[in-house]
């Protein structure tokens, strides 16, 4: 009887140990998918971060065509009207200045790295590239643009307008072939450093209007490039 008495015990204490491993397994699968969404949820939604998502999920070197804003799943609404360039009225920024802006939008945020314009009324995170415009110098770490795209004279200097990469998001349906993605414009300075004007998709603006834009942004001395 004792030793049908320690048998079963010993088969218990063994459901018991696998039981609490698989447990314990299953906890910190669940904590590392947690942690892997907050930090797409995190990243998704800043102007930093959205290269992140797009290396993660397709061509290096993306961004809304390059640089550290690209596109994301989280599109604006889509604007059912164009916009029309006008003379910028308000301070000038401290890394660039500027000659026109579209029609109603202002200065979000603004330092010697970056620029970003916005709408009036779309909220107020200078975080943010969603249904924006940002502007800055290319990192240090890159030599020009990263592909190919349309060859454009941006008022006195040599540009290049290449449109953005689909976010390839797993779960997301691709857009479709032909839609806007968002444009990037990359136009060469004197000292060999490369302006980069951003442009979310669907803002509304033509080629036309996007390379009058860029041509009336001037880099200042005090400009910096990021790195990465």
Known sequence: MTDLREYFDEIADSVTS?????????????RRAVRRRRAVQTVAGSIFGVAAIVAAFTIPSAGVGSGPFGPTAAAPPAIAHSLDLVAYQGPQPRGFTLDTVPAGWFVQADDHYNLLLAPKGSGTDPDSSVGRIVIYLESKDQNGPPRA???VEVGDRHGVLIKSLPAMIPGQTPPPAGSDTGWTIWVEQPHGVHLIVQFWEGLGLDREQMVALAAGVHVHEGALQGIG
């Open 18 to 30: 696998t039981a609490t491993t698989d447990v314990e397994a299953d906890v910190v699968r669940g």
């Open 149 to 151: 795209g349309t060859e």
